[in-house]
């Protein structure tokens, strides 16, 4: 069975980056079909971040796509999740989600609060 665990949130500044991760464990990242990053602002439906593939394609939300870059980290069995320039309207709680033959996985979320 695989587990993933979301690390890296927490209070950062306007014009920040802040880099998130999602160490996968029962399993390689490298099998698994689909991995993903969501997001859930207050009071808002979990909406989609970014994705990346088994093949290695990458795809993004179309208003996220100039400031974040998904990549795995296979040594580390990792999904990572850079963003840049961070908003206060980036704050939400970030959640991993993984499709794994035909099986879905999603972490428990990590906050990221932006605020002065």
């Known amino acids: 069975q695989v587990h993933v665990e979301e690390s890296g949130g927490g209070l950062v500044q306007p014009g920040d980056p802040l880099t998130l991760s999602c160490a996968a464990s029962g399993r390689s990242i490298s099998s698994f079909n689909n991995f993903a990053w969501h997001r859930q602002a207050p009071g808002a439906e979990r909406k989609f971040v970014a994705q990346?593939?088994?093949?290695?394609?990458?795809y993004y939300a179309d208003s996220l796509k100039e400031r974040v870059t998904i990549s795995r980290d296979f040594a580390k069995n990792t999904l990572n999740l850079q963003i840049h320039n961070l908003q206060p309207e980036d704050t939400a709680v970030y959640y991993c989600?993984?499709?794994?033959?035909?099986?879905?996985?999603w972490g428990q979320g990590t906050q990221v609060t932006v605020s002065l």
């Open positions: 989600k993984v499709d794994y033959g035909g099986h879905i996985t």
């Open positions: 990346i593939l088994r093949d290695g394609s990458s």
